[in-house]
């Protein structure tokens, strides 16, 4: 990230989330777990799952696998 989104950040008001979030992302994704982690830290009961034969798009990589997560996960979230 280059120019005035650089320095731009959401961290600080990740705590306001107050719905069920999943967070995807791939073993070879250029959002390393260093930059999917502070989601984690401040979005209360995230729940992140990193798709391990994937890069920056599970839902066309691991097709079948990423879809039944999201399936469970939305079953979990919406009773």
Same mark, same amino acid.
């Given at each position: 990230?280059?120019? =005035?989104?650089?320095?731009?950040?959401?961290?600080?008001?990740?705590? &306001?989330? *107050?719905?069920?979030?999943?967070?995807? =992302?791939? &073993?070879? %994704?250029?959002?390393?777990?260093?930059? !999917?982690?502070?989601?984690?830290?401040?979005?209360?009961?995230?729940?992140? !799952?990193?798709? /391990?034969?994937?890069?920056?798009?599970?839902?066309?990589? /691991? &097709? /079948?696998?990423?879809?039944? *997560? !999201?399936? %469970?996960?939305?079953?979990?979230?919406?009773?």
């Amino acid at each position: 990230v280059i120019g =005035s989104m650089k320095a731009w950040t959401i961290i600080d008001r990740l705590a &306001r989330i *107050t719905v069920p979030v999943l967070l995807l =992302s791939g &073993r070879y %994704d250029e959002a390393t777990p260093e930059v !999917v982690q502070p989601f984690m830290d401040h979005i209360s009961g995230a729940e992140w !799952v990193i798709f /391990e034969a994937s890069s920056h798009m599970p839902h066309v990589e /691991e &097709r /079948e696998l990423c879809m039944k *997560t !999201v399936n %469970d996960f939305l079953g979990r979230a919406i009773p």
